[in-house]
């Protein structure tokens, strides 16, 4: 059995989805830690499922190494088997990358490499882009520039608000993710770093 980590910011409907699979006997992966860098809605989910949470506010931390640090001594308490950022608004910083990839994956609500970085779903309205999509990739070094585990198309409609689109693009990262964390989990995709 997998285990698997979450590190969330926000309202955590990605976590919630892969909690919900992760309950079926039948999915090769559990999930037994969700980490937060302050008190993201999301980690409602994890005590509604049972699941320990740990947070590490950002702003009492000195820098991104010391950040990281405490984030490190708290997965290092769960070992878990995979790390998985979801909606996790923070870069983590080399020495945590260093520890966990390529067994540290991210998603991301654009079709990598097009718009990385924070603002995705905006970029590729301000584009004018006719479609976009969602990722799940390994996190690197960079920003949202490790290697792509899987990814899907996402059309772009005429009157998509920011928020219209982002809606209709969480549903597809949802699922990629749960395929993906299941086909590591079976070893069916072997996790490399380049
Ligand atoms: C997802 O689109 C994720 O890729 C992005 O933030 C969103 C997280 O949403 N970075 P939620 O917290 O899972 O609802």
Redesign the pocket.
């Known amino acids: 059995m997998l285990t698997v980590a979450v590190l969330?910011s926000?309202?955590?409907?990605?976590?919630r989805a892969l909690l919900e699979a992760a309950r079926h006997p039948d999915f090769p992966a559990r999930v037994v830690v969700v980490g937060a860098d302050r008190q993201a809605e999301?980690l409602a989910h994890a005590e509604e499922f049972g699941i320990p949470s740990f947070t590490v506010p950002w702003h009492e931390h000195e820098n991104r190494a010391a950040w990281g640090d405490e984030v490190a001594r708290q997965l290092a308490v769960w070992k878990p088997d995979l790390v998985v950022l979801?909606?996790l608004m923070r870069l983590l910083p080399p020495a945590l990358v260093a520890e966990y990839s390529p067994r540290l994956i991210n998603?991301?609500?654009a079709y990598l490499p097009e718009f990385p970085g924070a603002h995705g779903v905006r970029d590729a309205l301000a584009a004018g882009a006719e479609q976009t999509g969602a990722s799940v990739i390994v996190v690197d070094d960079g920003v949202d520039t490790g290697p792509i585990l899987a990814q899907e198309r996402v059309p772009i409609l005429p009157d998509d608000t920011e928020h219209s689109l982002?809606e209709r693009?969480?549903p597809v990262?949802r699922r990629l993710l749960i395929d993906v964390v299941r086909r590591i989990a079976t070893g069916d995709l072997p996790l490399t770093s380049a």
């Open positions: 969330i926000g309202t955590g409907s990605n976590l999301g979801s909606g998603t991301h609500p982002h693009i969480k990262e």
